[in-house]
């Protein structure tokens, strides 16, 4: 049956072409409605209790959206003429940015303070060019004290200060996107001006919406320029090994038609473009030449030894059918079960991609039949075995003659390899996404070392009541939850408004120290708040501290140089001690680094669910496809114990996994089948169809693929590594995994595999003579 489809798949190749032909007509319009997507939301599915409690911060108090201005004098110097004076006029300027809602710096700093009767609140630096040495070290004695500045707005040693710009932005994400693109431009101009006003200041820009346009630069990034050397390390190194300008072409074209009408399929499908699946074109031409290059092979060698054009291809097509249909649809599991994944970008990355895999399983078997048949190509006669035949004749008399001890030696060595993956860690780090050569990395160093975290994390106590901010009981707790902060050794500043009542106590008793403390009169804590808000100036109000209806404060923590797991168990210790002390104010710590630090076990847990299904399925396929209990189990090793050895050799050299290696094995298992797959139905063939010994049929299953699969192992790991010099670590940790994924699976597939084999098939051997000789004995 499966030579009669061959056979029509060449009678027929002009039409079969023009119906792919329409087909990617139809899904190449799709590409009309692609757009990009770069806003952190999109790794978090609409559930995630972590984005929940974000989003209820946000709605309550104000957005966290922001661009910070880190400012650093190389004098050392913040409190200067000059540099107050630039940071003044970065202030003003930083208002006039597109949605700007607040902008708060250590000029604006509302200080107070009393003259007679009355509290004054002002700017803290009002006029910054006709100030006298004495008020500057008087400024500066002042903001070192104040704890609402140090760490946060300026350093402890007053050599680097920021100026920190909240954004509203629009609800869209589309919209937002392309308001973070006008903002951060906005904010490098401006940047750049006071820079060139001022040589003395260095300027970085941190903050999540330099975030959300870094990740949409290294998202354009990695299009622009890896997808292009990816595209040309293919085409050379199939000229290479094939040596065929024909089979070259035509592989080629399938990789472009590929990716072209999986790219159209996101547009149907309402698929954004954003930093995870943006990779898929990657996936899609590696996959895409698996297909190509097994049939190329096979029809190369049927040339080689004399049929003519239109048999050599029917012959490679009835040959590879059955074993490159499996492959795809093995390969489409592993990617459809990226579903289990909680983030939506790698469920969307493993839905696209398994797509991609069946449009290049489609094309492979109609557009590349009938353009290698359409161009002209001589035959090469075997004059004498090819240096890639001689590599793969020399390992497959290795594995024969060395079965035992590679089946032992290398079991035994996989096992201890496996056993160092369970040494990685969960270990998500927003700035380490980044490579230290990208501006953000750079600026985010800067900022953690000398000035204040990047990490944060939000608490909206609630005192249970309107006005319940007042409560001198209430306002106890939130301060002694803000000391316990302050004496956590990862913390670096706490927001609380305990230390404004604190400051507003003191203003009021004639600035003695005595009095920094709370209130122990509920309607004098009122009146401060009142009075301090009515002096407030316009966009400088308390609602990014304080609920509308006064029910609770926000307290914001600033942590530095903290993982995943480091945060979450910060946030476990928080949690206990609210449970213990303050059981009524207990609520959820939330942040964007809280969300991603739990995004990455979740992804983990929900992962290794997906790929045990995974795994079960492909099994099941290969059992139902090869027609053998026997031959779909032992797939079992060859297939799981690759990507378990890549992250033992990970656990041993790195040690710290992300949110991307979690799918690797989804990613990697339908890759690693193909190897497996084309080996062992050579080997079938030749044991059934033949009437090879095992070891007979090692040599057959070498011969006919070996080539073939040393060429699609050396093209997807070259493929996958360009992934590695990707700036966003997400993208290049997945790339490197892959790729090491790969190289390992071809080890063993060439040599424990036919180990394997032979053990099983020997065994059986022995039993079915010994079996003869007892009959003919009795």
Known sequence: MINQFAGSLVKYRAWYALLSLI????????LASLHFE?????????????????????ETYTKSDNITFVIAPKDEAVFTPDTLSSIKQLTDAAWKMPYSSRVDSITN????????????????????DAISLDRLNELKAIALSEPQLVNYLISSRAHATAVSVNLNLPELMAEADEATVEVVEYSRALRDKIEADNPNLKIYLIGQTVVNNTFNEMSTQDMTQLIPIMFLVIVVLLQAILRSVVGTISTVVVIGVSV??????????????????????IIILTLAVCDCVHILNNYLFNLSRGDERIAAMKESLSLNFQPILLT??????????????DSPPFQELGNISAFGVMAAFVFSMTLFPFIVLLLPMKARPIAKMSNSSKLTDSIAQFAISRYNLLFWGLLVFAIILVSFMFKNELNDDT?????????????????????????????????????????PAYLAKVEAFSQWYLSQPEVVHVSSFTDVIKRLNRNMHNDDPEWYRLPDNRELAAQYILLYEMSLPFGLDLNNQIDSDKSSLLLTVRVK?????????????????????????????????????????????SMLTGSLVALILVTLT??????????????????????????????????????????????????????????????????KIHGHDAKQSIEYAFTVVGKAIITTTVVLAAGFFVLAFSSFDVNASMGLMVGITIIIALIWDFLFLPSLLIKVDSIKQTEQTTAIMKEATS
């Not at 995630?48 to 989003?55: D, F, I, K, S």
């Not at 795809?328 to 994944?341: H, P, Q």
């Not at 303050?582 to 809280?594: D, F, K, L, R, W």
């Open 109 to 128: 700093y509302q200080h107070t303070w009393v003259e007679e009767d009355d509290l004054v609140v002002e700017d803290f630096v009002l006029n910054p």
């Open 38 to 58: 770069s806003d952190y939301k999109i790794f978090f599915s609409d559930d995630n209790p972590q984005l929940l409690a974000h989003e209820s911060n946000q």
């Open 561 to 605: 140089d903290q993982k995943a797991q480091q945060l979450i168990d910060l946030d476990l210790r928080a949690q206990q001690w609210l449970m213990e002390n303050a059981p009524e104010m207990v609520t959820p710590g939330a942040s964007v680094s809280i969300m991603f630090a739990h995004i990455g076990q979740r992804n983990i847990d």
């Open 23 to 30: 087909l990617i007509v139809a899904l190449g319009g799709g």
């Open 431 to 471: 700035v380490e996404y980044f490579h230290e050569d990208v501006p953000f990395r750079q600026a985010a160093d800067y900022t953690q070392q000398n000035l204040t975290g990047f990490d944060m994390i939000s608490y909206s106590l609630k005192s249970g009541e309107s006005n319940g901010v007042n409560d």
């Open 328 to 341: 795809s649809l093995t390969t489409a599991i592993g990617f459809v079960s990226m579903n289990f994944s």
């Open 260 to 281: 072209l009408v999986t790219q159209g399929f996101m547009g149907w499908v309402g698929y954004a473009v954003n930093q995870v699946n943006v990779m898929s074109p």
């Open 622 to 687: 290969l059992l139902v496809a090869l027609r053998s209990f026997k031959y779909g189990l032992l797939s079992l090793l060859p297939n799981a114990f690759p990507a378990g050895m890549a992250f033992g050799i990970w656990g041993i050299f790195d040690g710290e996994v992300n949110l991307a290696v979690a799918v690797i094995f989804a990613v990697t298992l339908g890759i690693v089948v193909d190897d497996t797959v084309h080996f062992i139905t050579k080997y079938i063939r030749a044991r």
